[in-house]
């Protein structure tokens, strides 16, 4: 965290609470005028501490409320192996999240379904299709207890 001061951090509490504030809104929040504040936020963006502005949507609402979180473990390990399957990752909608981990797997998936019988669909036909894949495990949320988007600057 070079180069911030308590501005920066506080410009980034704030946005990380609601990023649909207006320059001159955010500039009320932490005490500052709107060019000084707009002038940090193209910093912060410019030097990577803002990746970019979401929506958080209801993924009940929109019936992708089944989240299983999948350990997977390659056949072997090589770059030519690691880059494929990433590759096939990233091209997976279903797949919100993928870690590279250490322990008995390799990579650990974070998937979006629509109930039991979509996330055994997906297995059959998407994860259990990806040839490198020595074997995985499933473990199926209940329910939610935290859930927060922002990290504690």
């Not at 350990?71 to 870690?99: G, H, M, S």
Request: glycine share 4%.
């Amino acid at each position: 965290m070079t180069g911030l001061d308590e501005i920066d951090l506080q410009i980034m509490r704030v946005l990380q609470n609601n990023s649909r504030l207006t320059v001159k809104e955010l500039a009320n929040e932490v005490h500052l005028s709107s060019s000084p504040v707009y002038e940090r936020m193209k910093r912060l963006e410019r030097e990577g501490y803002i990746k970019k502005y979401i929506a958080v949507l209801d993924v009940d609402k929109l019936n992708q409320g089944f989240i299983v979180y999948c350990n997977v473990k390659l056949k072997k390990i090589n770059r030519d192996i690691v880059n494929e399957f990433i590759a096939q990752i990233n091209e997976i909608p279903q797949v919100t999240e993928c870690y590279n981990i250490s322990g008995s797997f390799d990579y650990l998936l974070k998937i979006h379904a629509k109930d039991m019988k979509s996330y055994q669909d997906f297995v059959f036909n998407t994860l259990g299709t990806i040839d490198c894949l020595a074997s995985w495990e499933s473990t199926f949320v209940m329910s939610e207890v935290k859930n927060e988007y922002g990290i504690r600057i």
